[in-house]
């Protein structure tokens, strides 16, 4: 059968890219999908531990993890709406009010 | 090579293939569909972890809700390919080896690390459903009650941002 290391290096293999992703793209939306993909990457990790010890306490916070990330979805494409009314744009170095 | 291995090499494959064609896409949509093929190859893993619940609800909240939002957003935002200035290629400059170095460390941490959680194969095997919802309900129930809260919270919050103001 397939060790647990494989999965754990497949998970952070997929928040490294993650964080690429976070990093390097400039589009509101595209970084919200980065975000959305770090969190897939811990819940990985969360089910293969979950299974390697035999306990199911990994699962049962995947789906809290998944709740959080549904209630951050909703909350967070409102925020990117407003972006993209008040500054007709999506691109995030539009988005410098708080810049000196 | 085994079955399950081989089965386990194809999904990895998808979606790290999946995560950097998100990176690579200029438009948003592609990045999101892209990003499906990701959601859907971890529900496929947790299939073969034998997590059949957790896979479900990847596929349903993950795969449907939420990246369904998200293409509704793009759409209705009628985004378009993003632009790139100079300040993004200095970010590139530096944030990639920078996610490489946290990647690097963290597989070699793993790999190097003589434990025996580690080591223990993944048997995909006895249904978990019913023990996961006995446990949800027992002694988790108190959190899972107050997550009802927090969607709560979250749909006033999102009607309160969308909303258009009256003025």
Redo the contacts between chains.
Sequence with gaps: MIPTSYYIILSSILFGLGVIAFIFKRNVITIFMSIELMLNAVNLAFVAFSRALGQLDGQIFVLFVIVVAAAEAAVGLGIVILIARNRQSLNVERVDLLKL | M?A??LV?FVL?AL??GG??N??LQKH?IH??LS?IV??VS?AG??L????E??AA??II??GG??MV??VF??M??N?GV????N??KL??I???P???V??GF??AA??H?NDT????????AVA?TK??ST??FRE?VY?FEL?SF??L???L???V??QREHS
């Design positions: 085994s399950p291995l386990f990895a979606a790290v995560a950097l998100l990176i948003p990045s999101a990003l990701v959601m971890l893993l947790y073969l972890m034998g997590a619940f957790v609800v990847q909240v993950y809700a939420i939002l998200f957003v793009i209705l935002l985004a993003e632009e790139h200035t300040f993004s970010a590139g530096a944030g990639i920078l996610a490489l946290v990647t963290i597989a793993i790999t690390a959680v580690l080591a223990a194969p993944q048997t995909g978990a023990d996961l446990m949800l988790f959190p997550t927090l969607i919270i979250a749909i919050g999102a009607l941002l969308a």
